[in-house]
């Protein structure tokens, strides 16, 4: 027989249109949450009131990443948004015509965002795209050793072995 537990939950008031799409601990009171046209901002030391950050009308909003002390969101629009921890938007660019799923920076400045198959890097406002021979790419993850590994819907986890000098795969 299975054992079977009852958590205790609470609403928060975020009506999310289209669901949460990304959530982001950005410190140990703050958390950042997107949605198709918000970003909203719970603060566990207030009794967990949430701001909703409303976003221009041409931001489609997405994944969440935490770079350089600000909040990156991938947009489902082929843009990326830069909010500083307040939820200030700094800046907000379209790079792609089509949308980005994920968002992640390495340890040499270097952000990598994936849409579909392929992985695109950027550095120095360079974009380049790299066709991966999966069929969609679902997460993006940087582990302690600069590494950039891959996660497939149908092939599994790839690993990005990325020559700097050669500026190319292996």
Known sequence: IEQTYDLYTKHLDISASGGVLGM???????????????????????????????L????????LSQIN????????DGTISRFDKNGI???????????????????????????????????????????LNVNTVTS????????VFVGCLASGLKLLEYDRKADRFK
């Open 140 to 147: 993006l993850f940087v582990d302690s050793h600069n590494k």
């Open 69 to 76: 002390d600000e909040v990156w969101m991938a947009g489902y």
């Open 89 to 131: 938007l700094i800046d907000n660019k379209k790079i792609l015509n089509h949308g980005i799923n994920n968002i992640i920076c390495d340890k040499n400045q270097t952000i990598w965002v994936s849409s579909g198959s392929i992985v695109y890097q950027m550095h120095n406002d360079k974009i380049k795209p790299y066709h």
């Open 24 to 54: 982001l601990a950005i410190s140990d009171s703050k958390i950042f949450f997107s949605s198709y046209k918000a970003l909203y901002l719970v603060d566990q030391n207030n009794n967990l009131r949430s701001q909703k950050i409303k």
């Open 56 to 63: 221009p009308h041409n931001i489609r909003g997405g994944n």
